[in-house]
């Protein structure tokens, strides 16, 4: 529906090939084309701010080569920096050196952390691992079900002391979980946790309870990939609230461009560990910074 | 001849904090292009004219004279029914348990119907909404047909002579075209009973230039009547229903403020355009 942005600096360029460098005027008209295509790509406003002064830094040092035109060339220098942001060493999750590992998960209401639950279920599952998920959403009307459905469906145990539904104390049940684990020997504890708005002040506050409770080695922040400008100021405030490792990004088999990627990516600087591709539990993948670049560019 | 006093920075300012909005690049260059012209017009001194100024202009693309209520009152000897769609957790559930709500406080008899037969307790989740505001909840087996679900709740809502039946469904994204099937035939089994009086797509207010492309895939399958704006209790100002306004003549009907029963307010155009511009 966009067009790309390869269409964009295809027409920026009409006339311009093999002119050696580019002038000044050529680097800001290809700056505007690739500011629309970012922000139609839902990348947030200040950092595409500073990726084209980093691009249009690039651009200008660079000869424009006889074999590609000056668009492909453009083309190659964004997203040459997109994947530079967007991947850096990919990283794998760090298991702890004592048993139970534990993840816990975050994000604002209806990111897909529960279903994500499931998916690391089942994910560590294949890989021989015995996880636990834990029910710590005590809050959402029967979300601690949804959890145990989706562990019965992942074929891996739930701890669901609790009813939910605003019954009991996600705190307390994070705490015990770690003890339960060790005693019916889950080597990894997978802590689902209620939906929760950046701007919460309680809520936050009960997330970083959970996170002391149970001193997780890696703390995942759930976003959704249709998420637009407001990522830059959820990620950074969960990142204040309760601090995150890892980033993974949801609902990536809609068409959305999923600029959010960079955007919390580049704000946090915690890398994106997975993406989340479908309702079904097999619908998960870990991150490829390549395929989310040409995404981002519509390519 | 009036001049113009604005600085550029002022529009830049102007075209930031619309984007930032998620309002999208051609709405927001439409609208800054029109107030150009307007504060000559005007001759527009003073940021803060501009600001008031901005406001108007949102609340016109707005269209604030739209018919915004929501028809669930019983005609011809029936329920009203509402179908209410929209991708994976934008708040389907959440909304429908609170517009039953509002209709309980109005005195009206109301019927929820869920269709959703796929998500993990979705239909306990419904229920569970149907008991804290006290209305019934008819639901089908896990895995079986929604639209059979959603043709039982109607014919179950009409002998018993409710005012409305509310049916909410599973979330699906608009690029499912199996999945958009089947939603168009959940509808099209209601009718059996007779149209549908509306259908209500529940856009999360952080949802970026997506949004547009949801809502008019979404219409196409199942003729939207209104739009549920939900999640704007956070720091997300849902700019995107501009663009949804501008481009498909949708509006928005109701504004989603929280996960409590009463957390749902009517869209008001104006406050909504003050809201977005903010007090800067
Ligand atoms: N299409 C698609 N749907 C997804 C994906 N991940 C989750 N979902 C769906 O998104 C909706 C919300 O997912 P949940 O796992 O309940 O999200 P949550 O973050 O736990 O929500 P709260 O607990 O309410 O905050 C459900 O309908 C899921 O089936 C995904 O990658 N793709
Ligand atoms: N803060 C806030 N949260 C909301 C609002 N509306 C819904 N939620 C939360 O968003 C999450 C998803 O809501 P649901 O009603 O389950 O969404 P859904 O569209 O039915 O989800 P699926 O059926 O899985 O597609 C839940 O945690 C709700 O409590 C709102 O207006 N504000
Ligand atoms: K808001
Ligand atoms: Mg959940
Ligand atoms: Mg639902």
């Given amino acids: ?299 | 001849l009036a001049r113009e006093k604005l600085t550029e920075d002022d529009w830049e300012e102007v075209e930031e904090t619309l984007l930032a909005a998620d309002v999208g690049v051609a709405a927001t260059t439409q609208i800054v292009n029109r107030l150009r012209t307007q504060s000559l017009v005007l001759a527009t001194a003073s940021g803060l004219q501009l600001r008031d100024l901005v406001v108007r202009e949102l609340t016109a693309v707005l269209g604030p004279d739209l018919d915004r209520t929501l028809h669930t009152s019983r005609h011809d000897g029936r329920p009203a029914v509402v179908l209410v769609v929209g991708v994976n957790g934008a708040g389907k559930t959440t909304t429908v348990g609170k517009i039953a709500r509002v209709l309980v406080g109005d005195g009206k008899s109301v019927l929820l119907g869920a269709a959703d037969t796929f998500r993990a307790a979705a239909a306990d989740q419904l229920e569970t909404w149907g008991e804290r505001v006290g209305v019934l909840t008819v639901r089908g087996r896990e895995g079986g047909d929604p639209a059979s679900v959603a043709f039982e709740a109607v014919r179950t809502g009409t002998e018993a002579e409710v005012d409305a039946v509310l049916v909410d469904t599973a979330g699906r994204l608009h690029t499912k075209s199996g999945l958009m099937d089947e939603l168009g035939k959940v509808k099209r089994v209601v009718e059996k009973h007779g149209p549908v009086d509306e259908v209500l797509l529940v856009l999360d207010a952080t949802t970026g230039q997506n949004g547009v492309v949801q809502a008019r895939v979404f219409t196409e399958a199942v003729e939207v009547t209104g739009v549920v704006l939900t999640k704007l209790d956070g720091t997300a100002k849902g700019g995107i229903v501009v663009a949804v306004q501008r481009e498909l003549g949708i509006p928005v009907k109701l504004i989603g403020l929280g996960e409590g029963p009463d957390d749902l307010a009517p869209f008001e155009p104006e406050a909504f355009a003050e809201a977005l511009v903010g007090n800067a």
């Fill in chain 1, 1 to 299: 529906m966009f067009e790309t942005l390869s269409d964009r600096l295809d027409k920026v360029f009409t006339g311009l090939r093999g002119k050696g460098r580019l002038s000044d005027e050529d680097i800001d008209a290809t700056a505007r084309e690739i500011r629309i295509a970012l922000l139609e790509a839902d990348v947030a406003l200040p950092v595409v701010r500073s990726f084209i002064t980093a691009v249009k830094e690039r651009a200008r040092g660079s000869e424009v080569s006889a074999a590609l035109n000056p668009a492909q060339q453009i083309i190659k220098i964004v997203n040459e920096e997109l994947v530079g942001i967007l991947g850096g060493e990919t990283r794998r999750i760090r298991y702890a050196k004592q048993s139970p590992t534990v993840i816990m998960l975050a994000g604002l209401q209806g990111a897909g952390k529960t279903t994500l639950a499931g998916k690391l279920g089942r994910w560590l599952k294949a890989q021989g691992h015995t996880p636990l998920l834990v029910a710590c959403d005590l809050q959402r009307p029967n979300a601690v079900q949804q959890l145990s459905v989706v562990a019965g469906q992942a074929g891996v145990d739930v701890y669901a002391p609790e009813p939910g539904n605003g019954v009991g104390d996600p705190i307390a049940v994070a705490r015990d979980s770690i003890d339960h684990a060790r005693r019916t020997q889950h080597d990894v504890v997978v802590v689902d946790t209620a939906g929760r708005l950046g701007i919460d002040a309680e809520l936050m506050a009960q997330a970083a309870g959970i996170r002391d409770a149970v001193s997780p080695d890696e703390t995942l922040f759930v976003v959704d990939a249709m998420i637009g400008q407001d990522a830059v100021t959820t990620a950074t405030a969960f990142q204040e609230g309760v601090g995150f490792s890892g980033v993974v990004l949801t609902k990536l088999d809609g068409d959305a461009r999923g600029g959010a990627a960079l955007s919390v990516r580049h704000v946090t600087g915690q890398p994106i560990m997975f993406a989340s591709t479908g309702e079904k539990l097999a619908d998960f993948d870990v991150f490829h910074p390549e395929r989310m670049a040409s995404r981002i560019l519509g390519m």
